[in-house]
């Protein structure tokens, strides 16, 4: 069909309407134009040429009759993560999104440092635990050949001078001198020592007793073992474990993972805090194709309902263009931007009753 010329448009243009420009040579070109386009105009049977052509904006035109349906908005695929008890460091939750590039592993963490493995992401619970202790008394300066034991690793002191070697502690010419070797050596501050692998110390002894503390806060520091072969009886660990080490309870752990999952999500998951102690993971988009997103947990009180391995419960959104109408019974139906089947952009206005 021939479009309009510009002097044809802007002489239908002035045609007026109670005072109020029609525009029917804009109108009429974007009927033309849709036509060309092999849009409309539609009527209300489906035909082309019969009455109902399309609007600007695609908005039906006052005898287009709107489609009968119910178009729907995305729906995002969930899971439900159940934290029944407490949770120990190294306790790992997993999210791979097949669709986006790696994999992201949240791995609770509950020393000062939030030690976790390579590659994965620390979930704060360092300051919801407490972390296993003993004291260490020196009160008389050891000699040659006396021991320690921290766990598994032994210290055994030597003469001034010849202590070179991880787990050697040099003997000071006074007590205060070899306490502060004593320090060195569990901090692996003396040049030759490691630092211990299970816990620290304080810095500095005070009336002769030094603080170990185990580095990782949680009830498995209580194993930690604390021995000693010293010659005077007066050096001596309080007690042959350390103790009173406590774990993360499960409303702290929910609220640390909800916020590492917010802070660093890389694989389009959202989480919430739940009721009763459960964070609900929500896929970013809608539509089926976020029910292939998987999930795993590695905990002792931590499971996903009913061993899920991959969120569910997604289903696809209508398709639909800006401004595209719907009807059903109830609602008028709206479109607000280009929806995709992952989309949420329907709105719905309720038809009300006659008035």
Request: charged share 15%.
């Amino acid at each position: 069909m021939e479009s309009l010329t510009a002097h044809e448009v802007n002489l239908l243009n002035k045609v007026y309407c109670d005072s109020r420009p029609m525009n029917f040579g804009t109108k009429i070109q974007e009927i033309i134009t849709a036509i060309n386009l092999g849009t409309g105009p539609v009527g209300p049977q489906g035909a082309a040429g019969e009455q109902g052509a399309v609007g600007p904006q695609g908005i039906p035109g006052p005898c287009t009759e709107i489609p009968s349906d119910t178009p729907v908005n995305a729906i995002s695929a969930q899971e439900i993560l159940t934290i029944s008890g407490v949770v120990i460091n190294g306790e790992t939750v997993t999210i791979n999104n097949p669709e986006v590039a790696g994999i992201d592993v949240y791995e609770f963490a509950s020393s000062v440092a939030l030690i976790v493995g390579e590659g994965n992401i620390p979930v704060n619970i360092n300051e919801h635990t407490v972390k296993a202790s003993d004291g260490l008394t020196v009160n008389i300066n050891p000699i040659a050949g006396d021991t320690m034991t921290i766990g598994t690793k032994i210290f055994t002191f030597v003469p001034a001078g010849t202590a070179n070697g991880d787990g050697e502690i040099a003997i000071g010419a006074v007590r205060t001198d070899t306490q502060v070797n004593i320090r060195d050596a569990i901090k692996g501050d003396d040049l030759h020592n490691d630092p211990h692998p299970l816990v620290t110390c304080g810095a500095a002894f005070e009336n002769d007793v030094l603080a170990i503390t185990a580095l990782f806060g949680g009830a498995a520091g209580n194993n930690i073992a604390t021995t000693e072969t010293f010659t005077a009886e007066g050096n001596v660990f309080s007690a042959v474990k350390l103790a009173n080490g406590e774990d993360c309870s499960a409303a702290n752990a929910v609220t640390a993972l909800v916020a590492a999952i917010t802070a660093s999500d890389t694989q389009g998951v959202g989480a919430a805090a739940g009721a009763n102690n459960t964070v609900v993971l929500t896929a970013d988009i809608g539509g089926v194709i976020t029910n292939t997103i998987a999930i795993a947990e590695d905990m002792a009180n931590g499971a996903f309902t009913e061993g899920a391995l991959l969120l569910s419960g997604g289903v696809d959104g209508t398709p639909g263009d800006e401004r595209t109408i719907f009807m059903d019974s109830s609602y008028l139906y709206i479109c607000i931007a280009a929806n995709d089947v992952t989309g949420k952009n329907w709105r719905r206005i309720s038809l009300g009753a006659a008035y």
